[in-house]
Structures are given as structure tokens and as C-alpha cells.
């Protein structure tokens, strides 16, 4: 009933930078929170960021100064904007979010199918 798509992902060299997207769709009351996570190989995912419906933000550590969060409610999208790209940051990247379907009452956690970004010379 609801899907997240990104898009955005690719190669870039160090230093550079990566704008990723997510388009959520389908039957959608209310979106709270959206974030993203990303997965290196051999890693566990973690958390990149996340913003609530008001634009309060969130970032990991590692991540702040470099990334940017927003989103647009009108259009069901988030977006992370991704600069001083670093090797350590080649993952696959994974948008998530809290969505309230249309006749439901709760929000229930929502994942795309996730966006290689490889950083690399």
C-alpha cells in the first residue's frame, strides 16, 4: 500500500558531493518521521539522519556539517544532501519512514529498497 523509492545514488569521487531522494507513495494519510540509514558492507545499518514532520532534524555524529536533511510534505519526499563525500561513506543508503495509511489509525514503519552511493578515486 505505501512505497518509498529512491533515487540519486552513484559513483562520485572524494570530496564530492551526492543529492539522494525518496518519493513516498501510495495510500498515505500522514507521514511523521523520515529518515535515512545506510549500510557499508559488513556493517550493521545505521542511523544518517532523520526529520519530523515540523523540520526538527537529527543527524549522527559522524554526519553533521557534512549532510543535509530536509523534505517536502507536499510531496511525500525526503531528501539528503551529501557533501565532503569520504570512501568511509560508501554504503547503501535507506530511506525510512513512519506512515499512517488512509483508514488506519497507527503509523507503521515504511523502508525503500535502498541506494548504492560509492565514493571512491
Known amino acids: 500500500q505505501v512505497q518509498l523509492v529512491e533515487s540519486g545514488g552513484g559513483l562520485v569521487q572524494p570530496g564530492g558531493s551526492l543529492r539522494l531522494s525518496c518519493a513516498a507513495s501510495g495510500s498515505i494519510f500522514s507521514i511523521n518521521v523520515m529518515a535515512w540509514y545506510r549500510q557499508a558492507p559488513g556493517k550493521e545499518r545505521e542511523l544518517v539522519a532523520d526529520?519530523?514532520?515540523?523540520?526538527?532534524?537529527n543527524y549522527a555524529d559522524s554526519m553533521k556539517g557534512r549532510f543535509t536533511i530536509s523534505r517536502d510534505n507536499a510531496k511525500n519526499t525526503v531528501y539528503l544532501q551529501m557533501n565532503s563525500l569520504e570512501p568511509e561513506d560508501t554504503a547503501v543508503y535507506f530511506c525510512?519512514?513512519?506512515?499512517?495509511?488512509?483508514?488506519?489509525?497507527?503509523?507503521?514503519?515504511?523502508w525503500g529498497q535502498g541506494t548504492l552511493v560509492t565514493v571512491s578515486s
Open positions: 526529520i519530523t514532520r515540523i523540520g526538527n532534524t
Open positions: 525510512n519512514a513512519d506512515v499512517q495509511v488512509i483508514g488506519t489509525s497507527r503509523y507503521l514503519e515504511h
